[in-house]
């Protein structure tokens, strides 16, 4: 699994930007690795964080966002299909040769996607929670990220993007994704 560099505990909004960063970065290392071996690994690591990352905001940060924000249902909805079609594409990109040139294409329209569908979470949501909850109620939601991304699926699961289903259907998902991870990676 791959590790988040991420330190911020102290504030949800803080904890998930860097993690939008960290993801950006890691989109540039699939595009410029070095090798089919490399790109994969890279890969790997983008989509598991991914999919953790979106799983701990679908379970945590968008219900208090529907819950505390003025117009929360309408943003969390848009952000929820977002999700939705983000989810598809990376597992249609899960199916891709690395090396190909269709891989690379779609990844850089994938990197769009996910880019806009970042910097409208930080806008519309995690600005506003920022400013309506307090310091300690953004700090117990870093805890509930962490806990959440734990155990999290590592594979994109598309129609999944409510927290009643990833409590129901998530950590079977997990447990199958992680063993695929981990016999994925002695097969290679």
Known sequence: MVETF???TEDVVE???GQHNQ???MFDDVVHASG???RETAFVELRQLLAVHETAEEMVVHPRARRDIDGGDIIVDARLREEHEAKEQLAALERLDV???EFM???VIFKATVVDH???EESEEFDRLQHELDPAELKLMVAAVQAAQAIAPTRPHPG????TLNVVIGPFASMLDRARDIISAAMR
């Not at 999944?160 to 927290?163: D, H, M, P, Q, R």
């Open 36 to 38: 089919a071996a490399a």
């Open 118 to 120: 970042a910097e409208r």
């Open 99 to 101: 090396e190909s040139a």
């Open 160 to 163: 999944v993007e409510s927290k």
């Open 23 to 25: 993801i950006r970065d």
């Open 105 to 107: 294409a779609a990844l």
């Open 15 to 17: 904890f998930l930007r």
């Open 6 to 8: 991420v330190h911020s």
